[in-house]
């Protein structure tokens, strides 16, 4: 975050507590509806389309193998979301190929009237018990596809024993879909649940690079988390031009 000549920040800096870091065990549940099969913009090798679905498989993979780098004892497992949330891979484990065998039968072939969370949430906290008993902590990172439904769920605010962050992929605005809605309803649910710090990003440019960019900040650990409205990375990889003292930036020549 820059702050101009003369300004000062209202905030406070922000400061990383003393605190021993938990291994984590990170949930992913990916929405299995048919928008999720929607096509990217950009085409893969030989013109073969590539889905919503298939990008977020290959931004799963990209987390899976970055937060192993970072510490090898962090565990995962895969649910999925129809109407309800279900178990898709349920033991929670460190290995890659456990990771790629979930995925890989991941599909989508009908559309669902709605989208309760409830069930991914009573699944998520019956396991985060079981994690803290083993001293870990549990993160669900929610992969949401649906332009049009607005997500539901009943659950106890007072009840926060997990993280939620959200990716939300979605089509432009429209007369028929009310993306801004169901975002709204996301980060209520964000709110309403998480123990730590959760994130949420949207993306609705149909681009894989968007959905990898944005996961990478997922890496993060929810125990040293500043707030989101404080992330000033990604950092934009456009080139400023550097201009020696007192010369001028001159623009190229456009021959």
């Known amino acids: 975050m820059e702050i101009a000549e003369g300004e000062t920040s209202s905030r406070p800096p922000y400061t990383l507590l003393p605190i021993r870091l938990c291994s984590e065990d990170i949930l992913f549940c990916v929405d299995v509806d048919l928008e999720s099969q929607i096509e990217m913009k950009i085409s893969g090798p030989n013109g073969r389309p590539i889905t919503r679905l298939d990008s977020i498989k290959q931004a799963i993979l990209l987390f899976v193998h970055a937060k192993l780098a970072i510490n090898p004892d962090h565990r995962f497992s895969i649910a999925s979301l129809g109407q309800s949330a279900s178990w898709h891979r349920k033991e929670f484990s460190s290995e890659v190929e456990s990771a790629i065998q979930g995925l890989r039968v991941l599909s989508a072939s009908s559309s669902h009237g709605q989208a309760d969370l409830t069930q991914l949430f009573r699944i998520a906290a019956h396991e985060a018990k079981k994690s803290r008993q083993q001293n870990r902590i549990l993160r669900v990172i929610l992969i949401y596809c649906r332009s049009s439904v607005k997500p539901q769920h009943q659950w106890?605010?007072?009840?926060?024993?997990?993280?939620?962050?959200?990716?939300?992929?979605?089509?432009?605005?429209?007369?028929?879909?009310?993306?801004?809605?169901?975002?709204?309803?996301?980060?209520?649910?964000?709110?309403?649940?998480?123990?730590?710090?959760g994130y949420i990003f949207e993306s609705g440019q149909g681009l894989s690079r968007t959905l990898f960019r944005q996961i990478c900040v997922l890496l993060s650990h929810p125990q040293q988390r500043c707030g989101q409205d404080d992330i000033d990375i990604p950092k934009s990889l456009v080139r400023k031009a550097e201009s020696a003292p007192g010369e001028e930036n001159i623009p190229p020549s456009s021959q």
């Open 156 to 197: 106890i605010a007072s009840q926060k024993l997990f993280t939620l962050d959200v990716f939300y992929l979605h089509d432009k605005p429209s007369p028929d879909n009310c993306p801004q809605d169901v975002y709204d309803a996301l980060v209520d649910a964000l709110e309403h649940v998480s123990e730590y710090e």
